[in-house]
T-cell receptor
Framework: GAVVSQHPSRVICKSGTSVKIECRSL??????MFWYRQFPKQSLMLMAT?????????EQGVEKDKFLINHASLTLSTLTVTSAHPEDSSFYIC?????????????FGPGTRLTVL | DQQVKQNSPSLSVQEGRISILNCDYT??????FLWYKKYPAEGPTFLIS?????DKNEDGRFTVFLNKSAKHLSLHIVPSQPGDSAVYFC????????????FGTGTRLTIIP
């Protein structure tokens, strides 16, 4: 299957700072990328849908000014957590699709563990 | 509002026996269902899926059953192997072509050697 990478895999930051997480599709062009977050022992919650060259679509309850998403190219989407607080500590996972409507072609990255002190 | 539920947070099964993971959903608009396997600190990996027009789909050791009237699906793994130990998520899609997944809360499966 296609490979999606995330960087960094783990980040610890101080409260009030901003953190950028990168999601890259390594061997395919991703017309759409999704950002999820997962709290311990809970399901993956979709935060936003990111389409190349356009503004991200955020799910209800997700602050777009806090979680800035940029999908600058067909292989890269970034999630910036601005003015991070301890409650933002979570596991953030991106996924990417090729534009094909075959449902199982949604490939997930390995995730980024964010800890805000 | 949890539209996809996995009521068993954990399950232990003897190696070689059958593992049955259950999933219930409330949204009748869901028409495609997927199972993912997830190891700690990794992203989910797709396992198997089923369309709402079917009631069974089989792929090797994995079989997914769908009961639309009960809004229930299950994943059967047989025979279970130690490498199957992971967290399993069911996920649902509504409307053909919509790739926005709604995930269940996951079931941690432990295979006992």
């Amino acid at each position: 299957g296609a490979v999606v990478s995330q960087h960094p895999s783990r980040v610890i930051c101080k409260s009030g700072t901003s953190v950028k997480i990168e999601c890259r599709s390594l061997d395919f062009q991703a017309t759409t990328m999704f950002w999820y977050r997962q709290f311990p022992k809970q399901s993956l919650m979709l935060m936003a849908t990111s389409n190349e060259g356009s503004k991200a679509t955020y799910e209800q309850g997700v602050e777009k000014d806090k979680f800035l998403i940029n999908h600058a190219s067909l292989t890269l989407s970034t999630l910036t957590v601005t003015s991070a607080h301890p409650e933002d500590s979570s596991f953030y996972i991106c996924s990417a699709i090729t534009g094909n409507v075959v449902f199982n072609e949604q490939f997930f990255g390995p995730g980024t563990r964010l800890t805000v002190l | 509002d949890q539209q996809v539920k996995q009521n068993s947070p954990s399950l232990s099964v003897q190696e070689g026996r059958i593992s049955i993971l259950n999933c219930d959903y409330t949204n009748s608009m869901f028409d495609y269902f997927l199972w993912y396997k997830k190891y700690p600190a990794e992203g989910p990996t797709f396992l198997i899926s089923i369309s709402s027009i079917k009631d069974k789909n089989e792929d090797g050791r994995f079989t997914v059953f769908l009961n639309k009237s009960a809004k229930h699906l299950s994943l059967h793994i047989v025979p279970s192997q130690p490498g199957d130990s992971a967290v399993y998520f069911c996920a649902a899609l509504s409307n053909f072509g919509n790739e926005k997944l709604t995930f269940g809360t996951g079931t941690r499966l432990t295979i006992i050697p």
